[in-house]
């Protein structure tokens, strides 16, 4: 048997809706026999009737009813069609879903399901990632999974979890990443994992350019560096001590995100790394982001703008150099 | 205590009140919030409380016909102008006052403050500062409510006429038809939006034309007359608890004070203010109660006099309650703390 | 070429056509939509073309008309059904394949794709993919063209039924009243948002009742048959542009193809195929001018023709043309450089 | 004469109307004779009729028909009531204002003002710094300036620029700031400024947190330390060279930003530092930023939540006895 990323989160929705009569899924088109623009909800629908629902092309009120049930006790996850359209969402994430709980002492458990990053063609609105903007405020947990298995593992510990999560499931990593199996358990969140050990350079990553970054690493390997790759699984809370420990071992740090550059993942990471482990570094921390113009549709100038294995070598390279 | 006494009342009249017993019940209600908030405004006056003061003189007559006639499992998502609703609904005073006067006791702790008080657990939702948020907040917990397999419930959303040109109004009205929730959404044309009059808010004839595009029943009510609000909100809670489809009430009234209480509204033309739908909807109350004779002078006299008391004691109360200190607060915005990001 | 010279007889029209030149005209326009589209498809299968493919297919007949009664100085804002109408206003078929064949030299230069291409600086604006984003932007493109003085201009913008749930076309329905431009909004009940049918995407009768509650004036329209078509948004546009109010036109047809060319539309049930919302607008009108013997079978086929060799010539162009490659970029998202942010 | 950085950003709009016939305001509340929630367009809808106008409360509408007019030549002024209700035009100002030029070719220039940051008493909803949301994405200038000169001068060169422009304006600010008169020219956009000079540390600043750092400085000159102080002006684009000039200066590096700290400003310029100039630092570069939760409404609870003065010094003292 074998596994795709997105079965993983399908696979992971029939669990949730399976163990936890409270869970109901919310979103454009997940009904019927459709199942989502993606088919990650495939089948729920008939397979849980009344608890998969589709609904207007409104994603202010999908979430604010999302926010709602939760408050009463349900435990609703929400598929964005695109995580560009959770823009319009955004509201009622941050100010209502990120405050509700400091300021009243109740918690809103929703899963916002965002489909997030670039593929081939996709252009401007419909390959954002928007962890940064979701992460710089208070009272949002951000998951960005990069494996089948922590597709899974995470997605039901999303809904464990009594606070909002914004969970950004990588659109490239859908088909392109298979597994075996899936877990019975993952690393809890919050926690990064080392994928690969190295002591040459630490590589912090998360989401779909955690696989870019691996391939870029093999590359390396081959040239005799060792490269320890970190992959955040949670941009917030961000697992700063995994990433010290790591930059201990290596004295050099890049880091790469698929965001946009200002004040991204990537500029965080840094500025934890820099203002709290500033001796352990032998060089210039440096990060590789998509460039600063929106996405674009051709392939030739969307390669060129996301990061890629290509120039995570090059830059790599350079670090190393120094 | 007052209070207790008067809830007792209104729990009796509700296997069955008379209408006047009715009228009354929410006079005593709309005569405290109003006794109440002008206490507000004077603590205001003179620089006790922080923030910004909201009044909802005027509309006591709407507000308290939103709050009167929901059970306690109901949802109430009340408004800036709404203190008269969330008495009725039975929110304690003292939430109010410790509120308005920043005590680490008040439901908000003095992490957020006067009108964005709430107690979800008590079904009265925390309003957030963006207008027509709430319309779909009050959608899902009525949906988790039908999830949950309980029965016979409702939900009132409150909005000016002003939040009613938001999208998330728009998005929360069409979603509350597209789930056929029992929802009542009472809109006040207090004829401002702060400084904005009609004119520049909308251009439709009449607001409650909006019901039929979104699939809801829709009446029309004089704000101002507190028999009208009592027949016309009881019954579309009535319709909407039977099953009928949500519920949109318009009514139209002026709001008797400025935006908030920094705001001397001199943008309110004389000409506005001789309108009808610019009576006082407490003074019209009241004139019927005597033209009716319904109560006796020295009832109203003792009614008004228990309203005092019961504020000065929630203000009194609340004053003797220590603030909040930023290095006892824990600085965590998650209920599970271990998942809180840590910034050195 | 045979575009240019279709476009000479429009202008003609434009000086008071008989109906059925107009019709003749539409007709015309539709077929090359539905020409170009059928073509697109087949490239998309083919793998030559990168990215979604949407069509209007069903839905030429309205397309055709919301482009047919605009001038060049109208302000036009066509959502991803509108091939008709975009041509019909004036869009070079260039641009459609340049566009989707990622030439550099197409309007959006290989930087956006497909249907969100728009040439502002011609009144076609380039729609976002949020729904609703645009009734507002064109609220704005009149309140300028008000601002400087210009005179006899209006402005249409297209929105599904789907789109019309969103907070965004509220709030550009609301303003345009509110601005009272020479709006005309024509949405079109193709029945289905994606895979998600009207029953869950609203809740009221009719969706043309929507009207009154901004302040619009409202008109339903059969949007299988072209000569309504014509007629019922060739007059609001007229009216429009002698200072009605805003105007909003709901046309109803069945979306023959998938959402996008990726979708097989399973979901559509052999039912609503049978319903009579569901025939073929161009098929329609081709009865009718077979019928009516406005056109003989010998220059039907010229037609047919023409459209084919029109569409090939715009493909064959757009091939030769050289794609956008990164290091050619400037990657500066301001037209202002110097005031570019550098990140090294 | 005195003139309050309030009255200098009405001046700079009745000059704009005056002498630019394509500028017109739009927002809740900036017409009739009332002149928006902070009087900051008094009087201007009287003195030019028919071009300050009143809107709907329709933020996305507001945004979305200032875009419209933009394009079609006209300069909009846009005022938000608060910063924090730009969260409802978010989608407009990202998505379509700030990609249209690239993806089109044609220019949108719009100024959005922002009425940003805490003042006493204001709460979750009426506090908010949102510069690092529109910094993070591409194709807008986000200004945030610091002192009365500085608010008249770059928002009469926010309407003379092409693009999108952000105009972060302090609350606290309005009243608090005072200058003698108005300059007929400032710096150009872009460029930061040294506000002090020294040469034991670099504090790098932006809005309020400017003059809590220059209170701070003046404490710690009374010890003897010679703190630079730099105000950025603009947050994006962001001046590195000054920043790193600074730190070349004075080896030590301090960043502080009102708004919440994961990859805010203060993390993009930690950032831009240490990978641009590493080898300037003598010890590792620090933040300060108000706490990740929610704005809290209470005098107390909101003292301690914002940077201020104080802990400015505290955190000063430290990083210059490393
Ligand atoms: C989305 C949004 N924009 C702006 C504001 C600022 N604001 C607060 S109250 C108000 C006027 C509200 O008018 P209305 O809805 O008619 O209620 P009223 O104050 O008249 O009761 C405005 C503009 C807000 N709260 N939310
Ligand atoms: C705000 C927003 N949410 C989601 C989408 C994704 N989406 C693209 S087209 C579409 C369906 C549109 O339905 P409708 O408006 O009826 O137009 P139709 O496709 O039927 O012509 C959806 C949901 C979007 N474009 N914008
Ligand atoms: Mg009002
Ligand atoms: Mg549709």
């Known amino acids: 048997m074998s596994i795709t990323y997105l079965e993983a989160i399908r696979e992971a929705q029939a669990k949730l809706l399976r163990d936890d009569q409270r869970v109901f899924i919310y979103g454009q088109d997940v009904g019927g026999n459709f199942g989502g623009a993606f088919k990650a909800t495939k089948g729920l629908a008939k397979e849980f009737p009344g608890r998969v629902l589709n609904t207007p092309i409104s994603e202010d009120a999908i979430l604010g009813t999302a926010i709602g049930a939760a408050i009463q006790g349900m435990r609703p996850i929400v598929e964005m069609q695109f995580a560009d359209f959770s823009s319009i969402a955004l509201n009622q994430i941050l100010n209502h879903a990120g405050t509700h709980y400091w300021r009243t002492g109740v918690a809103v458990p929703i899963t916002v399901r965002l489909p997030s990053g670039g593929t081939k063609g996709s252009g401007p609105f419909h390959s954002q990632s928007m962890e940064s903007i979701y992460a710089h405020y208070p009272g949002l947990i951000v998951m960005t999974p990069a494996t089948v298995e922590d597709a899974y593992t995470m997605l039901i510990e999303s809904v464990a979890i009594d606070d909002p999560v914004i969970y950004c499931e990588h659109k490239y990593l859908y088909y392109h990443l298979k597994a075996d199996k899936l877990p019975d358990k993952g690393l809890p969140s919050g926690r990064a994992r080392i994928v690969r050990e190295g002591r040459d350079l630490t590589i912090v990553s998360y989401s779909a350019m955690v696989q870019e970054s691996l391939t870029a690493v093999a590359e390396l390997a081959r040239e005799g560096f060792e490269i320890e790759v970190v992959d955040l699984r949670t941009v917030k809370p961000l697992d700063t001590d995994t990433v010290l420990a790591s930059v201990a071992r290596t004295g050099r740090l890049l880091c790469v995100g698929e965001s946009f550059p200002w004040g991204g993942a990537t500029a965080e990471i840094i500025t934890r790394v820099t203002s709290q482990g500033f001796h352990l570094l032998d060089a210039a921390p440096q990060r590789l982001n998509a460039k600063d113009t929106p996405i674009p549709y051709h392939p030739n100038l969307w390669s060129a703008h996301r990061p890629n294995a290509k120039n995570i070598v090059a830059k790599a390279r350079q670090l190393l150099r120094e | ?344």
């Open chain 2, 1 to 344: 205590m007052l209070q207790t006494a008067q809830r007792t009342v209104k729990s009796k009249k509700k296997k069955g009140a008379l209408p006047h017993e009715r009228f009354l019940e929410a006079f005593r209600w709309m005569l405290l919030a109003r006794t109440l908030e002008e206490k507000l405004v004077s603590l205001y006056r003179g620089g006790l409380i922080t923030g910004g003061v909201y009044i909802g003189k005027g509309q006591e007559a709407v507000s308290v016909a939103c709050g009167l006639f929901l059970q306690k499992s109901d949802i109430f998502a009340p408004l800036i102008r709404d203190q008269a609703g969330r008495s009725a609904f039975g929110e304690p005073l003292l939430d109010v006052t410790r509120t308005y006067l920043g005590s680490r006791l008040g439901p908000m702790r003095g992490r957020d403050g006067n009108i964005h008080r709430g107690h979800p657990r008590k079904n009265e939702l925390a309003m957030i500062s963006h207008l027509g948020a709430m319309i779909s907040v009050t959608v899902g917990a009525l949906l988790a409510k039908r999830f949950k397999g309980e029965k016979n419930f409702v939900g009132l959303a409150c909005i000016g006429e002003g939040g009613m040109q938001t999208g998330a109004f728009h998005e929360g009205m069409n979603i509350a038809a597209v789930e056929q929730v029992p929802l009542v959404v009472v809109a006040t044309n207090n004829h401002y939006a702060y400084s904005t009059s009609n004119d520049r808010e909308f251009a439709c004839h009449d607001l409650v034309d909006r019901a039929i595009g979104y699939g809801f029943e829709g009446y029309s009510l004089d704000g101002t007359d507190l028999g009208a609000c009592l027949d016309v909100i009881g019954s579309a809670v009535k319709r909407a608890r039977a099953g009928r489809p949500p519920q949109l009430v318009v009514a139209s009234m002026l709001r008797l004070s400025g935006h908030g209480e920094h705001d001397d509204a001199s943008y309110v033309t004389e000409e506005v203010k001789q309108q009808p739908f610019a009576r006082d909807c407490l003074k019209v109350a009241e004139q019927t109660i005597i033209d009716l004779n319904l109560l006796d002078a020295d009832t109203l006299a003792e009614w008004r006099k228990d309203a005092v008391a019961q504020v000065e004691e929630a203000i009194a109360a609340a004053q003797k309650e220590p603030a909040p200190e930023g290095d006892k607060e824990d600085w965590c915005a998650l209920s599970m703390p271990d998942l809180s990001d840590s910034f050195e």
